[in-house]
């Protein structure tokens, strides 16, 4: 089956401008997942969505990052007034309800730069 | 909060020798481990995983690693290196209570032919 595919592959952007990155999920996974990579460096949580709410922000940095899920499937990752520092892989992954011990399948990331 | 030490950036070695790549965790209580191996230009896949049953965990591509809760680690490791296994590799921790996953810094494994 297919697994998790992210869009764009490749994102450049200028400071201050405002972008979106869009995960789709494996079909039926119920847990949903956003990660940043930077360069050099293991990936850190962003926010995981159970379904269609956010059960757990704690890793977004700031205002200025925002993420949604309205239907239960598809998330889009917001980033509002883009800084040189928010360049990165952004990683999303999914897994199938949120269970602690299930496996978290990755997509291949968005990478983004902000010029 | 909990945190990944992964011992080396980078890792060396000759084709058909072991691979030993390290991992320390610290957490207050045991927690689910992972390992997650990232070839170039692709997402995560991953490698093997403890979740508090047997404390050697067999994985895919010959990997293995062992569950030691008196060291905190969890070392991952391969008798006999291929050059496919050129990638870098995380190894990840999730609490009891948790959910998102905690990477360690990731090491870079280079097989010499």
């Known amino acids: 089956g297919a697994g998790v595919s992210q869009t764009p592959s490749n994102k450049v952007t200028e400071k201050g401008k405002y972008v979106e990155l869009r995960c789709d999920p494996i079909?039926?996974?119920?847990?949903l997942y956003w990660y940043r990579q930077s360069l050099g460096q293991g990936p850190e949580f962003l926010i995981y969505f159970q379904g269609t709410g956010a059960a757990d922000d704690s890793g977004l940095p700031n205002d200025r990052f925002f993420a949604v899920r309205p239907e239960g499937s598809v998330s889009t990752l917001k980033i509002q007034r883009t800084e040189r520092g928010d360049s990165a892989v952004y990683l999303c992954a999914s897994s199938l309800g949120g269970q602690v011990e299930e496996t978290q399948y990755f997509g291949p990331g968005t990478r983004l730069l902000v010029l | 909060a909990q945190s990944v030490t992964q011992l080396g950036s980078h890792v060396s070695v000759s084709e058909g020798a072991l691979v030993l790549l390290r991992c320390n965790y610290s957490?207050?209580?045991?927690?689910?481990l992972f390992w997650y191996v990232q070839y170039p230009n692709q997402g995560l896949q991953l490698l093997l995983k403890?979740?508090?049953?047997?404390?050697l965990v067999k994985g895919i591509n010959g990997f293995e690693a062992e569950f030691k809760k008196s060291e905190t680690s969890f070392h991952l490791t391969k008798p006999s290196a291929h050059m496919s296994d050129a990638a870098e590799y995380f190894c990840?921790?999730?609490?009891?209570?948790?959910?998102?996953?905690?990477f360690g810094g990731g090491t870079r494994v280079l097989v010499k032919p």
């Open positions: 079909s039926g996974h119920t847990a």
């Open positions: 957490s207050s209580v045991p927690p689910y």
């Open positions: 403890y979740t508090s049953a047997a404390t």
């Open positions: 990840a921790v999730r609490k009891a209570a948790g959910n998102k996953l905690t």
